[in-house]
């Protein structure tokens, strides 16, 4: 079942913060985070691993709590660059082995001067 | 290091046609993975390669989709024949190993399908 991410939408003045949070139903093993600019591949951020790990990559941090099976993304001091959609990816483990990562439904980020 | 490729970018044809997309992994990647995203909405799992065997396939929407990855480098995905509701943009994304700390999916540049 596919993660729900909220807001499904946000516009940004450059310098604001925005969270973006995405809640799972399942049990999760892990989970990533993307940004997709408009015709473009999507790009991993980072990979949280643990319940309560937070991670950063330049002024993009995240949390996951892996009790609530959820995981937010922070942004902070937004950049014109940020703009694009936001998905958050959930891993779970397969009965049968292996891993499988679901994507969830899109925030749009917007950054505007 | 040469990315996640994909083959063409762009693929326009008649509903009934048939289409093959390509994609070419990161050289060393097991893992290749296709997606497909309609109509700007969330980014849909359809398969999973390990190697050239399929991990997993149960993201593929009927039997008109057919997917190989022989000898565990290249995949294509076939769609025969095509319906209008097979447009869409199919991404290709390849990984290490699965699930290594700090390592995503590496995704290629996806093919925009148009049926019409």
């Known amino acids: 079942q596919q993660p729900v991410q909220s807001p499904q939408a946000v516009i940004l003045r450059e310098g604001e913060d925005a969270v973006i949070n995405c809640s799972s139903s399942?049990?999760?093993?892990?989970v990533h985070w993307y940004r997709q600019k408009h015709g473009e591949a999507p790009v991993f951020l980072m990979i949280l691993l643990k319940g309560g790990e937070q991670k950063g990559h330049e002024k993009i941090s995240a949390s996951f709590n892996e009790k609530k099976q959820q995981s937010s993304l922070y942004l902070t001091a937004s950049q014109l660059s940020y703009s694009g959609t936001y998905f958050c990816?959930?891993?779970?483990?397969?009965?049968?082995?292996?891993?499988?990562?679901?994507f969830g439904t899109g925030t749009q980020l917007k950054v505007e001067l | 290091e040469a990315g996640v490729t994909q083959f063409p970018s762009h693929s326009v044809i008649e509903k009934g046609q048939t289409v093959t997309l390509r994609c070419d992994p990161i050289?060393?990647?097991?893992?290749l993975y296709w997606y497909r995203r309609v109509m700007g909405k969330e980014i849909k799992f359809l398969l999973h390669f390990v190697k050239e065997s399929k991990q997993d396939e149960s993201g593929m929407p009927n039997n008109r989709f057919l997917a190989e990855r022989t000898g565990g480098t290249y995949s294509t995905l076939k769609v025969q024949p095509a319906e209008l509701e097979d447009s869409g943009v199919y991404f290709c994304a390849s990984s290490q190993e699965a699930f290594l700390p700090n390592y995503g999916y590496t995704f290629g540049s996806g093919t925009r399908l148009t049926v019409v």
């Open positions: 050289s060393g990647h097991d893992n």
């Open positions: 399942k049990a999760l093993y892990s």
């Open positions: 990816g959930t891993e779970i483990k397969l009965t049968g082995g292996g891993n499988k990562l679901t």
